[in-house]
C-alpha cells in the first residue's frame, strides 16, 4: 500500500488541515501501517488495530497537545504515536534506545501521562481537569478506557469522584471492544456488553412513541417512565446517576459518527461519557477471528500470519506452573486457582478446562482478588492466586491486612519477577522481594530453574500459610520437572558446586534463575555456588557456614539490590556479629527501560561474564596473580 496521506502527516496540526472525506483513506493507510510496522518489531496489535479511527477523530476534533488525552493501560496508542510524529521511529519500537509500546511523558508533549497498567486514565484526567479549573485554563481532557479496565474498582472510584466535582470539563471514553486480554468477566461486563441494546432501545422507543403519539396523557407517563426504564438496556442511568451526560453506544470505526459526536461533546461543560463499539483487530482478519493470538505477537509476515515453530521451544515457566496446578488440584480438592484477568498470561487455560468450577477470573481488580482468597482460605480452601509481580503491587495492603496479618494460607504464583524485555519499566517485577520479604509470615521462595519451580510450589502450597514463589518471564535452561508433587526442605539453600580452596576463594549465593549465569561465573573462578532457594526463611545456617569457610560472599538476585535478597544476607551476618566482605549483584536503583531481555541483563553486568568481572574487580587481592586471559565475556 502507499502512504501518500499519511506521509504528508507529522502532527495533529497537519490531521486538521486534511478535508474530512480524506479521513477514511487515511484510516485505512494508518492501519496498514500499524500492521506493518508491529509485524517486523512485534508488539501489540489487535488494540491497536480497533483503536484507529477513534485516534483519528480525537486528533481531529481536539486540539490536541493543548487538550489532554490520557490512554488507559496505553498498548493501544500505537496510531496516536504514528500520527503525533513518532512515524519514523516505530521502527525501533520496544527496541533497546528506541520508543516504548506506551505513551510516556519524556517521550512526546502529546503522551499527556504514562500509562501501562489498567484503570488510571479517569483518575488522572481528572485531575489535570481540576488542575486546568483551578488555573482558569479553557482546556479540554479526554480519559480513553477500555471494557476490561472498567471492571477495575479504581475506574469507579474515580467516576464516583468526577460527577461531583464541579466546573471540570472531562470526557471520558468506553472503548467497548470486548477486549481484554483475556475475555472481559463479571455482571459488569455482561451490563456493558449488550452492543445492541442501544439500537434496541433506540427502535422501541420510536415505535412506542408513534403509537402512544394519538393518547396524550399516556405519552407523558412513558416519557417521565422512559428515563429509568432505559436502563433495563442500555447502560446510561447508571452512568447518568453518577453525574455524566451519557451518549452512545455508537460505531467506533465509523468516522461520520465519531467526528459529529465528538464535536457536539466538545461543545458540553461538565462529566461526558461517551460509549464506543470497536472491534477488536478491525481490518485484519487474522486478528478478527484471534484477537488474543494477535493481541502481543513477535515479528510474523503479515500475508501469513503467526505460524507456530518448526522446532517446539522450551517449556516456559509460566507452562511449568499451569501443569503443577494442574497436577495439584487433581491431587487436592480444595485448590482453588484465582487471576485477575490474566488467563492467558498466567497458564491458567487448561486449569479453567480441567476444573471450571475451581477456576475464578476476577476481572482487573488484583485488591479484591487476593482479598477473595483470604475469604477462601478462612473457610478450609487453599487458594493459589497467579498474578504478574508488577500486579501484585496493586494489591499490597491486602496482602499485608487481609492475608499476612491473619496469617492465611494463600499461595501466590508470581509470574514475570524480574525483568520482560520489551514491556520495559512498567511491567517489570523488580520489586517483590524487596516488598515481600518484610512482611510477617510471609514465605519468598526463588527457583533457579524449570525443575526447581515445580518443587517450589508445591513446598509452598504445602505451607500452612501465605507462601510465594516468583519466576520469570519466558523459558529457563531447559530442566525438565519430575512428575510428582515433590518438596524440598522449607528455607533451605543446597549447594550447586565447591570451591577447591574455600578458605581463599568467594562463595556465590544465587536467588532465582541467576543461578545459572552465576554457576558458570563461579566454574571460571572456582568459587562456590549455593542455590538459596528461598529469600524468606533464607537458611541461615547455610549463610553463616559459607561465611566462615570462605574469603568473601557474593550474593545475586534479578531483584532490586536495595532492601533485596542480598540485604537479608547481609542482616544475617550484622545478627551474628560477623565481618566478612560482602558484594551484592542485582537490579539498580533506577528504572531500567525496555529492550531485550538477555542483553539488558548483560548491559546490568548480570550475564555470566558480567558477574565474573563484577567479582574479580572488587576481591582483585584473591586473583592479584591469576590473568583475566579466558574469561566469559
Same mark, same amino acid.
Given at each position: 500500500?502507499?502512504?501518500?496521506?499519511?506521509?504528508?502527516?507529522?502532527?495533529?496540526?497537519?490531521?486538521?488541515?486534511?478535508?474530512?472525506?480524506?479521513?477514511? $483513506?487515511?484510516?485505512?493507510?494508518?492501519?496498514?501501517?500499524?500492521?506493518?510496522?508491529?509485524?517486523?518489531?512485534?508488539?501489540?496489535?489487535?488494540?491497536?488495530?480497533?483503536?484507529?479511527?477513534?485516534?483519528? $477523530?480525537?486528533?481531529?476534533?481536539?486540539?490536541?497537545?493543548?487538550?489532554?488525552?490520557?490512554?488507559?493501560?496505553?498498548?493501544?496508542?500505537?496510531?496516536?504515536?504514528? /500520527?503525533?510524529?513518532?512515524?519514523?521511529?516505530?521502527?525501533?519500537?520496544?527496541?533497546?534506545?528506541?520508543?516504548?509500546?506506551?505513551?510516556?511523558?519524556?517521550?512526546?508533549?502529546?503522551?499527556?501521562?504514562?500509562? $501501562?497498567?489498567?484503570?488510571?486514565?479517569?483518575?488522572?484526567?481528572?485531575?489535570?481537569?481540576?488542575?486546568?479549573?483551578?488555573?482558569?485554563? @479553557?482546556?479540554?481532557?479526554?480519559?480513553?478506557?477500555?471494557?476490561?479496565?472498567?471492571?477495575?474498582?479504581?475506574?469507579?472510584?474515580?467516576?464516583?469522584?468526577?460527577? !461531583?466535582?464541579?466546573?471540570?470539563?472531562?470526557?471520558?471514553?468506553?472503548?467497548?471492544?470486548?477486549?481484554?486480554?483475556?475475555?472481559?468477566?463479571?455482571?459488569?461486563?455482561?451490563?456493558?456488553?449488550?452492543?445492541?441494546?442501544?439500537?434496541?432501545?433506540?427502535?422501541?422507543?420510536?415505535?412506542?412513541?408513534?403509537?402512544?403519539?394519538?393518547?396524550?396523557?399516556?405519552?407523558?407517563?412513558?416519557?417521565?417512565?422512559?428515563?429509568?426504564?432505559?436502563?433495563?438496556?442500555?447502560?446510561?442511568?447508571?452512568?447518568?446517576? /453518577?453525574?455524566?451526560?451519557?451518549?452512545?453506544?455508537?460505531?467506533?470505526?465509523?468516522?461520520?459518527?465519531?467526528?459529529?459526536?465528538?464535536?457536539?461533546?466538545?461543545?458540553?461543560?461538565?462529566?461526558?461519557?461517551? #460509549?464506543?463499539?470497536?472491534?477488536?483487530?478491525?481490518?485484519?482478519?487474522?486478528?478478527?477471528?484471534?484477537? !488474543?493470538?494477535?493481541?502481543?505477537?513477535?515479528?510474523?509476515?503479515?500475508?501469513?500470519?503467526?505460524?507456530?515453530?518448526?522446532?517446539?521451544?522450551?517449556?516456559?515457566?509460566?507452562?511449568?506452573?499451569?501443569?503443577?496446578?494442574?497436577?495439584?488440584?487433581?491431587?487436592?480438592?480444595?485448590?482453588?486457582?484465582?487471576?485477575?484477568?490474566?488467563?492467558?498470561?498466567?497458564?491458567?487455560?487448561?486449569?479453567?478446562?480441567?476444573?471450571?468450577?475451581?477456576?475464578?477470573?476476577?476481572?482487573?481488580?488484583?485488591?479484591?482478588?487476593?482479598?477473595?482468597?483470604?475469604?477462601?482460605?478462612?473457610?478450609?480452601?487453599?487458594?493459589?492466586?497467579?498474578?504478574?509481580?508488577?500486579?501484585?503491587?496493586?494489591?499490597?495492603?491486602?496482602?499485608?491486612?487481609?492475608?499476612?496479618?491473619?496469617?492465611?494460607?494463600?499461595?501466590?504464583?508470581?509470574?514475570?519477577?524480574?525483568?520482560?524485555?520489551?514491556?520495559?519499566?512498567?511491567?517489570?517485577?523488580?520489586?517483590?522481594?524487596?516488598?515481600?520479604?518484610?512482611?510477617?509470615?510471609?514465605?519468598? @521462595?526463588?527457583?533457579?530453574?524449570?525443575?526447581?519451580?515445580?518443587?517450589?510450589?508445591?513446598?509452598?502450597?504445602?505451607?500452612?500459610?501465605?507462601?510465594?514463589?516468583?519466576?520469570?518471564?519466558?523459558?529457563?535452561?531447559?530442566?525438565?520437572?519430575?512428575?510428582?508433587?515433590?518438596?524440598?526442605?522449607?528455607?533451605?539453600?543446597?549447594?550447586?558446586?565447591?570451591?577447591?580452596?574455600? $578458605?581463599?576463594?568467594?562463595?556465590?549465593?544465587?536467588?532465582?534463575?541467576?543461578?545459572?549465569?552465576?554457576?558458570?561465573?563461579?566454574?571460571?573462578?572456582?568459587?562456590?555456588?549455593?542455590?538459596?532457594?528461598?529469600?524468606?526463611?533464607?537458611?541461615?545456617?547455610?549463610?553463616?557456614?559459607?561465611?566462615?569457610? #570462605?574469603?568473601?560472599?557474593?550474593?545475586?538476585?534479578?531483584?532490586?539490590?536495595?532492601?533485596?535478597?542480598?540485604?537479608?544476607?547481609?542482616?544475617?551476618?550484622?545478627?551474628?556479629?560477623?565481618?566478612?566482605?560482602? /558484594?551484592?549483584?542485582?537490579?539498580?536503583?533506577?528504572?531500567?527501560?525496555?529492550?531485550?531481555?538477555?542483553?539488558? /541483563?548483560?548491559?546490568?553486568?548480570?550475564?555470566?561474564?558480567?558477574?565474573?568481572?563484577?567479582?574479580?574487580?572488587?576481591?582483585?587481592?584473591?586473583?592479584?596473580?591469576?590473568?583475566?586471559?579466558?574469561?566469559?565475556?
Amino acid at each position: 500500500m502507499t502512504y501518500d496521506l499519511l506521509d504528508r502527516i507529522d502532527s495533529p496540526d497537519d490531521l486538521r488541515r486534511l478535508d474530512r472525506r480524506e479521513l477514511p $483513506a487515511l484510516a485505512d493507510q494508518l492501519r496498514a501501517f500499524v500492521l506493518e510496522s508491529v509485524s517486523r518489531t512485534g508488539g501489540h496489535l489487535s488494540s491497536n488495530l480497533g483503536t484507529v479511527e477513534l485516534t483519528l $477523530a480525537l486528533h481531529y476534533v481536539f486540539d490536541t497537545p493543548g487538550d489532554r488525552i490520557v490512554w488507559d493501560v496505553g498498548h493501544q496508542t500505537y496510531p496516536h504515536k504514528i /500520527l503525533t510524529g513518532r512515524r519514523a521511529a516505530m521502527a525501533s519500537l520496544r527496541q533497546a534506545g528506541g520508543i516504548s509500546g506506551f505513551p510516556r511523558r519524556s517521550e512526546s508533549q502529546y503522551d499527556a501521562f504514562g500509562t $501501562a497498567h489498567s484503570s488510571t486514565s479517569i483518575s488522572a484526567a481528572l485531575g489535570m481537569a481540576v488542575a486546568a479549573r483551578n488555573a482558569g485554563l @479553557a482546556r479540554r481532557h479526554i480519559a480513553v478506557i477500555g471494557d476490561g479496565a472498567m471492571s477495575a474498582g479504581m475506574a469507579f472510584e474515580a467516576l464516583n469522584n468526577a460527577g !461531583v466535582t464541579p466546573d471540570i470539563d472531562l470526557l471520558v471514553i468506553l472503548n467497548d471492544n470486548d477486549m481484554s486480554i483475556s475475555p472481559p468477566v463479571g455482571a459488569l461486563n455482561r451490563y456493558l456488553a449488550r452492543l445492541m441494546s442501544g439500537r434496541f432501545y433506540a427502535a422501541a422507543r420510536n415505535v412506542g412513541k408513534a403509537v402512544l403519539s394519538h393518547v396524550p396523557p399516556v405519552l407523558e407517563l412513558a416519557r417521565r417512565l422512559e428515563e429509568h426504564a432505559k436502563g433495563m438496556v442500555t447502560p446510561a442511568t447508571m452512568f447518568e446517576e /453518577l453525574g455524566f451526560n451519557y451518549v452512545g453506544p455508537i460505531d467506533g470505526h465509523d468516522l461520520d459518527s465519531l467526528i459529529p459526536t465528538l464535536q457536539n461533546l466538545r461543545k458540553l461543560d461538565g462529566p461526558r461519557f461517551l #460509549h464506543v463499539v470497536t472491534r477488536k483487530g478491525q481490518g485484519y482478519k487474522l486478528a478478527e477471528a484471534d484477537p !488474543v493470538l494477535y493481541h502481543g505477537p513477535g515479528r510474523f509476515d503479515p500475508a501469513i500470519g503467526i505460524r507456530q515453530p518448526a522446532t517446539p521451544p522450551r517449556k516456559t515457566f509460566t507452562q511449568v506452573f499451569g501443569e503443577w496446578l494442574c497436577d495439584a488440584a487433581a491431587a487436592d480438592p480444595r485448590l482453588v486457582g484465582i487471576t485477575p484477568a490474566m488467563r492467558e498470561g498466567s497458564g491458567l487455560v487448561e486449569f479453567e478446562q480441567r476444573f471450571p468450577d475451581r477456576y475464578f477470573d476476577v476481572g482487573i481488580a488484583e485488591q479484591h482478588a487476593v482479598t477473595f482468597a483470604a475469604g477462601l482460605a478462612c473457610e478450609g480452601q487453599k487458594p493459589v492466586v497467579a498474578i504478574y509481580s508488577t500486579f501484585l503491587q496493586r494489591a499490597y495492603d491486602q496482602l499485608i491486612h487481609d492475608v499476612a496479618l491473619q496469617n492465611l494460607d494463600v499461595t501466590f504464583a508470581l509470574d514475570r519477577a524480574g525483568l520482560v524485555g520489551a514491556d520495559g519499566a512498567t511491567h517489570a517485577g523488580n520489586y517483590d522481594i524487596a516488598f515481600l520479604r518484610c512482611i510477617p509470615n510471609m514465605v519468598v @521462595a526463588a527457583p533457579s530453574d524449570e525443575a526447581e519451580c515445580r518443587l517450589l510450589l508445591t513446598t509452598c502450597y504445602r505451607h500452612p500459610g501465605p507462601a510465594s514463589v516468583r519466576y520469570p518471564r519466558g523459558a529457563g535452561r531447559g530442566a525438565a520437572p519430575a512428575a510428582g508433587l515433590d518438596t524440598v526442605p522449607l528455607g533451605k539453600g543446597v549447594l550447586r558446586r565447591r570451591a577447591a580452596r574455600p $578458605a581463599s576463594a568467594v562463595a556465590v549465593l544465587a536467588f532465582g534463575t541467576l543461578a545459572v549465569p552465576a554457576l558458570k561465573a563461579a566454574e571460571a573462578l572456582d568459587a562456590t555456588l549455593a542455590d538459596m532457594r528461598f529469600v524468606k526463611p533464607i537458611d541461615r545456617d547455610l549463610i553463616l557456614e559459607l561465611a566462615r569457610s #570462605h574469603a568473601a560472599l557474593v550474593t545475586v538476585e534479578e531483584g532490586a539490590v536495595m532492601g533485596g535478597a542480598g540485604s537479608a544476607v547481609c542482616e544475617v551476618l550484622n545478627e551474628a556479629g560477623m565481618t566478612v566482605p560482602v /558484594l551484592q549483584l542485582g537490579l539498580p536503583d533506577r528504572f531500567i527501560d525496555h529492550g531485550d531481555q538477555a542483553a539488558l /541483563l548483560a548491559g546490568l553486568g548480570l550475564d555470566a561474564g558480567g558477574i565474573e568481572r563484577a567479582i574479580r574487580a572488587r576481591f582483585a587481592d584473591l586473583w592479584a596473580a591469576a590473568p583475566l586471559s579466558g574469561t566469559h565475556s
